[in-house]
């Protein structure tokens, strides 16, 4: 598999695409997470990710919110949102979606 194909932010955004997606921890572990969606909120734009495997920390049926953000090269990053607020917001807004899809 090539880089670009890798890409986790590349992957994230092509809807086409909903193979789990390869983050790396703190210490360089490898984690799979399944795509959950994109929000857009305030005008970021936010992604649920769900750990395919058990996380420390995470329960079997939460999910992570992660923030969409610029490293200091301008490159497009994943970073967990810490913000609990924003984190209620963005679940609040796809659990909205997810109701007008019923």
Request: proline share 5%; charged share 40%.
């Amino acid at each position: 598999m090539s880089k670009e194909q890798d890409n986790p932010i590349r992957r994230l955004l092509d809807p086409k695409d909903s193979d789990p997606i390869v983050l790396y921890d703190e210490n360089d572990n490898k984690v799979e997470f399944e795509q959950i969606a994109l929000i857009p909120y305030e005008e970021k734009l936010y992604t649920i990710l769900k750990p395919v495997e058990k996380m420390e920390g995470v329960a079997d049926d939460e999910a992570i919110v992660f923030a969409f953000e610029e490293d200091a090269d301008d490159d497009q990053i994943l970073v967990v949102e810490e913000n609990d607020s924003i984190i209620d917001a963005v679940f609040d807004v796809y659990n909205k979606l997810v109701d007008e899809q019923k």
